[in-house]
C-alpha cells in the first residue's frame, strides 16, 4: 500500500485566517514532505522531516509552520497568507532520508489552497 | 545554474512513436535519480527509478550517465496515455553529507501524443 493521504482536498481562507494541511502515511517511511506547486510549475520543496526531526526548511516564510506530532502524521500550519500563496500543496514521504538509495518518494493528492 | 534541467518541451507526437526525454543535474553527489510522470491537476506518481546500468519497464527506458550527469528517458511505441508532464527527480544530500531527504525536480516536459 503506497498511499499518502491528505486533508482537505481543497480549501478557501482568507488572509486573517488560521487553518491547517494534514498528511498521513502508514507505510513506516521515516521522511516526510512538504512540497508547493505552481500551476504549470514542478513542485519546490519547502520542508523534509526525517525521523520526525525538520531537517530541511527551504528558507520558507514563517507563514507556513510545519509540525510532525509522529511518525505518520505531517501538518502544515497556515496564518496570515497572502493571495500568492495559492498552489496546490503535496506531501510526500519516502522510506529512510539517510540512505542514499530507496529514496523514491510517494505524494498524496495535495491540497489546493485558495487565499482570499 | 539550475539543479535540474530538462527540456521543457512540449513534444507532440503520433501514437505509435518513440520519444526521448534529457534531464541534466549539477550535483556530483547526487545518489538517486528518478522518473515521475504527473497528470493534469494531480499528484506526481513515480514512472521509475533510474539506475547506473540502465533499466528497462515495457515500452520506457531510463538511463543514467554519472560522468556527464545525465538521465534520459525513452518511451517506445508511445500511447495516447502516456501524454503528461514528465518530471526528472534527482535526490542528493545536505550540506553536511548525513541526510539524503533532498529531493530535486525539473521544471518538466509536456507530451502529448495524438491519434
Known amino acids: 500500500d503506497t498511499e499518502v493521504t491528505q486533508t482537505p482536498k481543497h480549501l478557501v481562507m482568507g488572509m486573517t485566517n488560521k487553518k491547517s494541511l494534514k498528511c498521513e502515511q502508514h507505510?513506516?517511511?521515516?521522511?516526510m514532505y512538504w512540497y508547493k506547486q505552481k500551476a504549470k510549475k514542478p513542485p519546490e520543496l519547502m520542508f523534509v522531516?526525517?525521523?520526525?526531526?525538520?531537517?530541511i526548511n527551504e528558507s520558507v516564510p514563517s507563514r507556513f509552520s510545519p509540525e510532525c506530532p509522529n511518525s505518520s502524521l505531517l501538518n502544515l500550519h497556515l496564518h496570515a497568507l497572502q493571495p500568492e500563496d495559492s498552489a496546490l500543496y503535496l506531501c510526500?514521504?519516502?522510506?529512510?532520508?539517510?540512505?542514499?538509495?530507496?529514496?523514491?518518494?510517494?505524494f498524496g493528492q495535495g491540497t489546493r489552497l485558495t487565499v482570499v | 545554474r539550475k539543479e535540474v534541467e530538462q527540456d521543457p518541451g512540449p513534444f507532440n507526437v503520433p501514437e505509435g512513436a518513440t520519444v526521448a526525454f534529457n534531464c541534466t543535474y549539477s550535483?556530483?553527489?547526487?545518489?538517486?535519480f528518478f522518473w515521475y510522470r504527473q497528470d493534469c491537476r494531480k499528484e506526481p506518481k513515480l514512472l521509475m527509478s533510474?539506475?547506473?546500468s540502465g533499466n528497462e519497464d515495457g515500452r520506457f527506458t531510463a538511463q543514467l550517465n554519472r560522468a556527464s550527469q545525465y538521465i534520459s528517458l525513452l518511451i517506445r511505441d508511445s500511447k495516447l496515455s502516456d501524454s503528461a508532464t514528465y518530471l526528472c527527480?534527482?535526490?542528493?544530500?545536505?550540506?553536511?553529507?548525513?541526510?539524503?531527504?533532498?529531493?530535486?525536480f525539473g521544471q518538466g516536459t509536456i507530451l502529448t501524443v495524438h491519434p
Open positions: 510526500a514521504s519516502s522510506q529512510d532520508p539517510d540512505r542514499a538509495s530507496n529514496t523514491e518518494a510517494f
Open positions: 507505510m513506516g517511511h521515516r521522511a
Open positions: 522531516y526525517s525521523y520526525e526531526k525538520l531537517s
Open positions: 550535483n556530483s553527489a547526487s545518489q538517486s
Open positions: 533510474v539506475y547506473s
Open positions: 527527480v534527482v535526490n542528493h544530500p545536505n550540506a553536511g553529507g548525513t541526510s539524503y531527504g533532498k529531493l530535486t
